[in-house]
């Protein structure tokens, strides 16, 4: 049982360039999230969705898009990488946004130079 | 909106010691509130929730956490800390307003819990 997987595990960018954080889930989860981690700031929502088709903007959206065309891939896309954008980023899913809990996938360790 | 403040960033313990992690929130209107745990260059893995049921939750591994309204707490607490404790623990809580934040989960700033043999 795979449960949420994330690739890659590190990733170094020059600022300006673009690339995309996959994330898959095989728990057939409805929601979806993408989440970055910095020191002392806990995670921070980025994107989420709730389906197929349904994306909407959470927390620190800018300089990030998201699709889901699947229920079980949800790809997070940086436009054009900033130094600002050095982060862990998370994807998690679960089946219902409320009171089920956030299956989370491994992490990808992104640096920005 | 909801919050939630995690007080200490960083704890440490003796190997047979309590662990007590504190968390505080903020929301208007009944919360469900979720402890989770990260190891190292891992994901968050959840501890325990709780969904308006019973104020004392056990978790895995031995933890548990009460809900106290009055005092707006979700302490997490373990009576005897062993080595493999040692992680970064994060308190979180779900939206249940109305809204497009409903469902919407609010992470504290985690606190980093180190066990000394």
């Known amino acids: 049982n795979a449960g949420v997987t994330q690739t890659p595990k590190f990733q170094v960018l020059k600022t300006g360039q673009s690339m995309t954080l996959q994330c898959a889930q095989d728990?057939?989860?409805?929601?979806m999230s993408w989440y970055r981690q910095d020191p002392g700031m806990g995670l921070r929502l980025i994107h989420y969705s709730v389906g197929a088709g349904i994306t909407d903007q959470g927390e620190v959206p800018n300089g990030y898009n998201v699709s889901r065309s699947t229920t079980e891939d949800f790809p997070l896309r940086l436009l054009s990488a900033a130094p600002s954008q050095t982060s862990v980023y998370f994807c998690?899913?679960?089946?219902?946004?409320?009171?089920?809990?956030?299956?989370f996938g491994n992490g990808t360790r992104l640096t920005v130079t | 909106a909801q919050s939630v403040t995690q007080l200490g960033s960083h704890v440490s313990v003796s190997e047979g010691a309590l662990v007590l992690l504190r968390c505080n929130y903020s929301s208007s209107v009944p919360p469900y509130l979720f402890w989770y745990v990260q190891y190292p260059n891992q994901g968050l893995q959840l501890l325990l929730k709780?969904?308006?049921?019973?104020?004392l939750v056990k978790g895995i591994n031995g933890f548990e956490a009460e809900f106290k309204k009055s005092e707006t707490s979700f302490h997490l607490t373990k009576p005897s800390a062993h080595m493999s404790d040692a992680a970064e623990y994060f308190c979180a809580v779900v939206h249940l307003g109305g809204g497009t934040s409903y469902g919407k989960l609010t992470f504290g700033q985690g606190t980093i819990l180190t066990v000394h043999p």
């Open positions: 728990m057939n989860h409805e929601y």
């Open positions: 998690a899913s679960s089946r219902s946004p409320a009171n089920s809990p956030l299956h």
């Open positions: 709780y969904t308006s049921a019973a104020t």
